[in-house]
């Protein structure tokens, strides 16, 4: 069965300092794999996609990156954070549905 | 206007009581519509899934699609207080060469004892 596997589940980072978050998947080859922030009270917001090994696409410019350097990992990154990158970010393999990690939720001090 | 137009509540009702949760959407070139439940600090899991207009039933859910009117329902019945969560709509389909899968902002659902 697929699994999405998003790590770390909760992250306090300070203002200016890099950021990494990991999403590997299993049970699949070649997934689509999307990355999402959600604000509170607000919806899902696509930052990236990828469909392949060193395909991103970005779809709201901002101060994150993404990277596909295997088959089954989708990586988010920033060099310096922003207060305003607080949230909560969610991994999500996509075929006709969406299968979602559990989510880092990342606060910005 | 926005692609998927959905209530952000929050949305209280009785146990027991049923619930309406709707979205409404713009591209007619959406064919999967899909609700979303999430539960507080949680990702999202899917719920129902539907393809084309139409209803689908499973347990206490409903499913409800209008292609037409391009409105999409959920309903609960009996509802309890473990419904109580944020319930997404979501939609996808090819539309200009680009596969596309959008989400509603979420509907917050407190089902009360």
């Known amino acids: 069965s697929q699994t999405i596997h998003q790590w770390p589940a909760t992250l306090v980072q300070p203002v200016g300092s890099p950021l990494s978050l990991e999403c590997t998947v299993e049970?699949?080859?070649?997934?689509?794999l999307y990355w999402y922030r959600q604000a509170a009270g607000r919806g899902l917001q696509l930052l990236f996609y990828?469909?392949?090994?060193?395909?991103i696409s970005s779809e709201v410019p901002q101060n994150l990156s993404a990277s596909r350097p295997q088959d089954r990992q989708f990586i988010l990154s920033s060099k310096k954070l922003l207060l305003s990158d607080s949230g909560f970010y969610l991994c999500?393999?996509?075929?006709?549905?969406?299968?979602f990690g559990q989510g880092t939720r990342l606060t910005v001090v | 206007q926005k692609e998927v137009e959905q209530d952000p509540g929050p949305l209280s009702v009785p146990e027991g009581a049923i619930v309406s949760l709707n979205c409404t959407y713009s591209n007619s070139a959406f064919q999967y519509f899909m609700w979303y439940r999430q539960y507080s600090r949680k990702g999202p899991e899917l719920l129902m899934y539907?393809?084309?207009?139409g209803n689908k039933e499973d347990g206490r859910f409903t499913a409800q699609v209008d292609k037409s009117s391009k409105y999409i329902s959920l309903f609960i019945r009996d509802s309890q207080p473990s419904d109580s969560a944020t319930y997404l709509c979501?939609?996808?389909?090819?539309?200009?060469?680009?596969?596309?899968?959008?989400f509603g902002t979420g509907t917050r659902l407190k089902v009360l004892a």
């Open positions: 979501a939609m996808s389909g090819l539309a200009s060469g680009t596969y596309k899968y959008i």
């Open positions: 539907t393809y084309s207009s």
């Open positions: 999500a393999w996509v075929t006709v549905r969406a299968f």
């Open positions: 990828s469909v392949g090994i060193g395909q």
């Open positions: 049970g699949t080859s070649n997934p689509n």
